[in-house]
């Protein structure tokens, strides 16, 4: 009995180091990531030395995401768990807890939040609870990737974190992450030129996600159609909001293709605007297949609505 609990157990240390034998270097490291804008740069940073998959899908509800008992598994795994940080992610608590990896919390090992070093926009914003009980937008806004500069401290954050789970690939992972700086770096002036006629515009945006965006291409946000982010609006809220975009000649709402369509319909009725989707999360429509293209299919929607609809000033 003795030596087949000594032949069980060395069978359950050998398994054990299988699964961990990726993260120490005998094939690509297993990454798991909270958004597919966060796997999307983990993969340009690591390249063919990462795995990643992402928990949740490009288009979903922001404020909950269904964890598949298959990506349970995938998260026990990983050697690094890569997230926005914040209080983006109340979903990610119970999944944790399931998987119960102390490596995987919140300052463990294996954690890297990718909001530390982030300059947060709303960070003033008072911690409020939505009626599902969750906290929203308390410590600042999350949608920080949808500036494409804020690429920058992340990607050097990802690099350091990978370097540190597979040193033999650090100068692999430095090049990489120059690769993709000298893309954006080559980007960034063609976005500005194709929204440089129309700086200074006022928006209304359906969803909290697009400060960052507005605030690096020169927009004002007015109003979001939610008052608070997971809340739908009162009527008495949208009549206040419709004739707020009135005054202020409000012609464009930055919708999502999450965004309740009869909602934006109601809007643009009453305000007289013109709707136009944006994407948010990168695969959320088959053009914004990569973070900068993500940027690209964005970029080109929101010029066209804007000179088919210019904004007074």
């Known amino acids: 009995m003795r030596r087949g609990a000594r ?10 180091w299988l699964v961990a034998a ?17 796997k999307a740069l983990v993969e340009a940073v690591g390249g063919a030395r990462v795995r990643v998959s992402s928990l949740a899908p490009a288009l979903h509800d922001p404020h909950s995401v269904e964890v598949k008992p298959g990506q349970l598994a995938e998260l026990r795994d990983a050697a690094l768990l890569v997230r926005i940080g914040l209080d983006h992610e109340t979903w990610l608590a119970g999944p944790l807890r399931v998987v119960g990896e102390p490596r995987l919390l919140p300052g463990g090992a ?13 960070a003033e914003t008072p911690l409020v609870r939505s009626e599902r009980g969750v906290h929203v937008h308390g410590f600042g806004n999350p949608h920080y990737w949808l500036d494409p500069e ?4 992340m990607t050097l954050a990802i690099q350091g974190a990978l370097a540190r789970l597979s040193p033999g690939d650090a100068a692999l992972f430095e090049a990489n992450r120059a690769r993709f700086l000298q893309g954006l770096d080559t980007a960034l002036p063609r976005w500005r030129q194709a929204l440089a006629p129309y700086r200074g515009t006022r ?6 996600s697009w400060p960052y965006f507005a605030a690096r291409f020169d927009l004002q946000v007015v109003a979001a159609l939610e008052p608070t982010p997971g809340v739908p609006p009162s009527a008495a809220y949208l009549a206040a909001l419709t004739g707020r975009m009135k005054e202020a000649h409000v012609r464009l709402i930055i919708t999502e293709p999450s965004t309740s369509s009869s909602l934006v319909a109601q809007v643009a009725a009453r305000s007289g605007a013109q709707p136009v989707i944006l994407i948010p999360s990168v695969g959320g429509d088959p053009e914004a297949r990569d973070y900068l293209a993500l940027f690209d299919v964005d970029v080109k929607r929101l010029a066209a609505a804007l000179a088919a609809a210019p904004v007074a000033r």
């Not at 032949?7 to 054990?16: F, M, N, R, T, V």
């Open 7 to 16: 032949l069980g157990a060395l069978l359950l240390w050998l398994a054990a």
């Open 22 to 38: 990726p993260a120490r270097g005998g094939g690509p490291l297993p990454v798991v990531t909270t958004s597919t804008d966060l």
């Open 110 to 122: 294996a954690d890297l939040d990718c909001s530390r070093g982030i300059s947060l926009l709303q």
């Open 150 to 153: 804020n690429a920058r401290p």
């Open 203 to 208: 928006v209304v945006v359906a969803h909290e």
